[in-house]
Structures are given as C-alpha cells and as structure tokens.
C-alpha cells in the first residue's frame, strides 16, 4: 500500500511557501507503515485539482487531501474531489443544520457560504471536525482510501489522528523503518560499486545521495512489525558497515564535527588550525559543536600570503619555491597551527576556491589540506570543479575527515 | 503562461525532508512573472515519473524537473522524460566523449555508469552544467518548454539562470516585480510601526521576516507589464528607504558581507579579525565573498583564553579583571587583530554562545563585539536570547554592520 499526498491552497505555491501539512502527512503516513510515492502542492482550480486527484488515484491506494474545504469561494476541493470521482455532488440537510446550529452557539449566523460545506460527493461519508466548521471527507477503497482534511494545521492533525489513522493501520501490513549512514572520503560511485548487490536485499530500499564531500545512504526496510522492520534495517545498515568500514563517519543527522568532537573528547586530545582558502569555514563547522572549548584550542586566518609566514610561520621560501596552494604550505600550515595554539593536533587548508585565482597547473578547485601531529602527519590534494560555497565545504569535509581518520588510527 | 515544477527523488519523501530546490524554482519563475500552477515531490520511480510528467504538460506551458539526472541507477529521469514523451532514449557521442574527458581531465575513468549521462530523449536540448558532469535537458515548446535540470542545488541554480531563465523571461508578458530591503541594526517591531501604513499601497503587498540579527521586507508588486510592476515596486522601495535611511544595508540577495566588501574596496581599507565565540564564523562570512583577498587579510581564532592573550596581545590582567566576555576584552581582540594582522580595521568578537557557559551576570547570549581604527573604536553588546547558532549568526550579523557603519561614517 502506497499513498499520495496532495495539498491544496494557491498561497502554496507563493515564493518562499512550504508545504508543511505535506511534510507532516508523509511523516504519519512512514510511521504507519506506508510509503508516499509523490506529493503535490496546488492552487485552488477545481478542473486541475480533479486531474491531479484522478493521477493520484490510478497511482496509490492511500490519497490524502489538505485544503480548500473552507466556506469561501477559492475553496474548491468538494467540486474538484466529484469531478475527479466522476460523482455528483449533493448537499446533505442533516450536515447544513448542524453547521448553522453551530454558528448559532457561536452567536453567529450561518450563511449560504457556510452551506456550501455541507456539500460532498455522491458516496462519501463525512470525517468529523472537532475544532471548526469544516468536515472532512472519506471514501473507503478496495485498495486504501481517499481522505479530504481542512488546511488549518490544528484540524487537519486532529482529524487525521482521530479518523483516517486507525482506519490505515488496520489496513496497513507491517511497519517501516529508515537509518541513514554517512559516508566520507569517498565518491558516489564507489559507494555504489561497493554495495550495489545490496540494494535489492528483500523488503528494504537504499538511496545514495551526495554532498559536499559526503555521501549519505539512506536506507528503509519494511516488516511486519516495527520489530522486523527495524531489524532488516539494522541487518542492512551493518552488512554496509561491515564493508565501508571506517569510511562510514556517523549515521542518522549525526555531523562529521560532531563524530570528530567526541573522539578528541574520548583521547583528551586538542586541535588548532590554520585555514587560508576556507577563512574561517573550519573554525565555525567545529565551533558549531556544543562544548567545543573542551577540545578546540583556536587558529589562525592566514588569508594574506605575508600572514602565512608571520602567524603560523610558513617559510618564505617555501611559498616562493611552491607556491602558497601546495602541499609544503599545508603541511607547513597545520604545523605552524599546532606549535603556535599549543594544540595535540593541526589542520591546514590551503586552496582555490574562485571564481578568480586558478592557473592551468592549479585550476579552481585544487585545495590541498594537511594534519599535523607528533609524527609524520598526513596530506590530501582535492582536485574537483565547483563553484566557491561548494569547494570550500568539501574542503571542511575533507579537513574534518582527515582529523577523524587520525584518531580511528 | 504557467508553470508546474516536480522535484524528483525518493528521499524528497522521506519524513521531515523539504523540496527546497522546488521552493527556489517557484520564486525564480515568479520574479519571471510565471505563476506555479503546481508542484510536486516523487520518488525515483520512472513510470510513476512519466505520469506526473505527462499531466503537467497537459495542464502547463512551463515544466520544470529537477533532480535524477545522475550516473546511478536509480535516476530515473531521462526514462521517465522519454516514457512521458513517447520518445526514444538515445545516446548522444558528442556528449558521451565530453564526459570522458570531463573526468579525463580529473585524473578518472569515466564507466558505462556515467556514459548513461549522455543519454537524451530523441528530440531534446542539452543544457550546460557548468559545475558538474551531469547536463541538462530542454524541450521548446509552442506554448513555453520542457526542462530537466539536476538535483544538486548549485549546479540547478547556475544551469536554471543560464539557460533556462532568459527563455522564459522571453515569452513571459511579466506583471509582477519584486524587491527585498535588507535592514541590520534594528528590530522587527520597530520596522514595522515605522512603515505600517505603507504596507497596504495599491498593487502591492509587503511581507516582514526577521533572521539572525537582520529585517526583509519583501515588496511585491503588480502592474498591467512589468514596466508598471517595476515602477510601483521602486516607488514603494524608495518611500521606505527615505524612513529607514542607513538602516537599510541593501537589497535583493546583497548580502551584508557583500556590501561591506563594496565599502572596503572603495576605500582601498583592510580588515582583520580576534573572534572567540564565533569560532571563524565571521571570516567564513567575509571570505565567502568572491575576491575577498583584496581586503581581507585574515584573523586570529582565540577561542582558548590563554591564546587571547599570545596571539591577540589580550593582557592578562584585563582578562582576570574584567572576564572573557566584556568590552575591553573585545575591544582588545579588535585592536590585537588590527595591529598584529597589519590592517585598517580590527573586529573582535567575544560572547556566550551556549547552551552552557552562562552566568546570571552574563547569560546565555550576551556577546560584546568591538571595532578598532585609527581612533576610539566602536563597541556594542548583545543580550538576546537563542539556540548556539543563531546567537553566533547574530554576532557575525552585527559584527559586519558595525564595520558597515564605520565605513560609511
């Protein structure tokens, strides 16, 4: 059983408007064990409404509405759900009378516009509204239902709580379960060659996305109950593990800064750094992480070439012979860090971010970011197009994960 | 002429995600005078692509799909595009070798995988993807177009205001104009008592929003072409800038950092930077300027208190005297940044960012920022409260408006 989940109201589709009752509806309808298989955000136009509906309801057995149910006339969601059902449309006198004797508890009188909500679709029953004047429709389906809720968040909520909810878990046969595991160091496609004979494993659905130098696997199984549902997740999301090994940093909305934090946290051990290109962008991804002052020793912002020698002590030769976007200067960069805020570990990032600045030898891109401890230390050189934001995050990635990789060492 | 925008990708249905590549779609093809007239989120799943697809050419001029354009197997939407089409799939070599040496020029092998990204419905356009190896696809149609653009944000943004965007400007006869002014130093209420009885000005509509430490107010304006819905849009813009006067840092997505770059270069100055509590944050935002290099020299992250000291010259007995987080303190990283970063101008940046750390004298929230010059400086302290990272992005809000205002003094 699958579902459809379609929102109606024209200030939807403003700039800037999100489609909160959507996101919600989709998040019950997981819980409940079924999937949504597309959700849309229309405006208030009965014939197009209706061919949305009609797409919706060839596609999923479960379809949810929210929206246009009011008494005014941009409310069209009774008339769009009949045209789609091919089903007249006819006014029920026991819902008119309650509507007016609700009006007149209220002190107020009802209209012909607040009759128009007594209005339904041949063959549907009515969804009770516990909180304001508009019902809800249903229809019951051999394969699922269709339901019609309001657009005020507080109603819609309650009403699909109290009367769409229980009908779906009686029907619904099993439970979902999803984990998400993140990924660095790492492309897209060798994520995939890796575990591609995983993908199809019965009852579960892997996604692979990629950002910023990370790349996520979100993973979802299906049971009978949540019990099975999450131990086919849990299978799954340990045969990945068992072969990405330490290239998986964390899993669910766990960041690399935070898995970072807690292995310096667990060695008592300090870090410091030196950014060129990414000014800054290193320091906050670590400094965004409550309780950093335990661990973060603080850095250094050598954007100008001559502050690369007099703060963090890079030779002058050196960036004459090499050039200040190398692997000497990093290295020189994370060691000057470490030595000058007295921290157990340095990072340094130095790089072209753009839009200017790139050399046939060192286009855009090219970022090399080293860590330096009591030993040899450690060097990475990036090489990927991007645009400014995009390089200089992964550019974090990478120096977050090279950190993280020396402490799993 | 209207539009209908599908995102496409499974984890878009995941509980708690938003489509926010199709929110910024939505308000680029208004500010195009092209209304949405729906939109929808869908999983990777062809067929059920290819229906969607195939109601939204029925239903709208403009079709705009974003995201499944990958290498990997589950993007699904060149099939889907062709199923929708009733068009063969067919692979184009100009395009196959392009990505070839795209990756060849990396250093990588490109696999039968990403040949797959030279596969187009017979019929179609490519777009160029400046940031990435996966194009684009566009269909011109009598009534507007089809177009397909990837997932990832950057590359859709890039590749929509290309190439997608001066088509439509084309054919749209655009009656709407908008404009955003931007105000830092000024609460929200009291942008709204001082230009309320502006809000309701004929074909208009004027909407507030607060973030981190700034105001928008979004105009919108309607006219019979967009010369009109320009002209009422400037009118009103003017009407509230002659009452905010300085308050207002720009407009549009001028960023404040942006502005005070512009401010900087014109008068050839330098800025370096001592932040404590914002941890890079604040050169992550200057450095995020293209070209910053012209006028950023760099700054010191003295996030432990010893190294407000070694590296920011903070005296000790000032630090003992009057604790980390008071005005001397920052006025004492503002001018160690400037004179140890040899630069015109020093800002410093010291505060609670939480959630722990807080006093009664000095809770959760209380941050001092300073500026250094030539002459006396500026301070100002901050006591709002927040969560870790909106405190932060306050302080960097009004840390940049400070050196804005100094500038403009």
């Known amino acids: 059983m699958n579902a459809v989940v379609v929102a ?6 403003g700039p800037g408007r999100r489609d909160t009752n959507g996101e919600w509806l989709i998040g019950r309808l997981f819980d409940l064990g079924i999937e949504t298989s597309w959700r849309a955000a229309i405006g208030d136009d009965a014939p197009r409404i209706a061919r949305v509906v009609r797409a919706a309801l060839h596609d999923a057995g479960v379809v949810l509405l929210t929206g246009g149910l009011g008494p005014t006339e941009d409310d069209r969601t009774r008339e769009a759900v009949a045209l789609a059902l091919d089903a007249p449309l006819t006014r029920d006198p026991a819902m008119a009378d309650r509507i007016v004797a609700l009006f007149a508890a209220r002190g107020r009188l009802a209209g012909p516009r607040q009759a128009r909500q007594a209005d339904r679709p041949y063959g549907m029953a009515w969804i009770d509204n516990p909180l304001g004047s508009a019902p809800g429709m249903l229809l019951e389906r051999d394969s699922g239902l269709l339901a019609a809720l309001p657009g005020i968040p507080a109603e819609m909520r309650a009403m699909f709580d109290a009367s769409v909810a229980p009908g779906l878990a009686a029907r619904s046969r099993g439970a979902l ?8 160091g790492r492309p897209e496609s060798f994520v995939e060659d890796l575990l591609r004979d995983l993908y199809d494993r019965e009852g579960t659905e892997t996604t692979i996305l990629a950002s910023s130098g990370s790349v996520e696997l979100v993973l979802t199984a299906r049971g009978t109950d949540a019990a099975e549902a999450r131990a086919r997740c849990e299978a799954l999301a340990g045969a990945m593990r068992a072969r990405l090994g330490i290239d998986v940093y964390g899993a669910d909305d766990e960041s690399l800064a935070v898995v970072v934090s807690r ?44 502050l690369k020698t007099s703060l963090a002590g ?6 004459r012979a090499h050039g200040a976007v190398s692997e000497p200067v990093a290295r020189a960069l994370a060691a000057g860090a470490r030595s000058v805020c007295s921290a157990d ?12 600045g790139g050399t046939a030898d060192k286009p855009v891109g090219t970022v090399h970011v080293a860590l330096a401890d009591a030993g040899e230390g450690r060097a990475v050189r990036l090489d990927w197009p991007g645009d400014r934001a995009l390089i200089r995050r992964r550019a974090v990635t990478v120096a977050l994960d090279l950190l993280r990789r020396r402490l799993l060492a």
Chains 1, 2 share one sequence.
């Open 263 to 306: 292995l310096l946290v667990a060695r008592g051990a300090t870090v410091a750094l030196a950014e060129s290109c990414t000014g800054g962008l290193l320091g906050a991804a670590l400094t965004d992480v409550p309780g950093s002052s335990a661990w973060f020793r603080g850095g250094l912002l050598c954007y100008a070439n001559d």
């Open 8 to 13: 109606i109201g024209s200030e939807l589709l």
């Open 345 to 356: 570990f340095g990072l340094g990032v130095t790089g072209v971010a753009g839009p200017a």
């Open 314 to 319: 890079v030779p002058d030769e050196m960036l």
């Open 177 to 184: 379960a999803r984990t998400t595991l993140r990924i660095a």
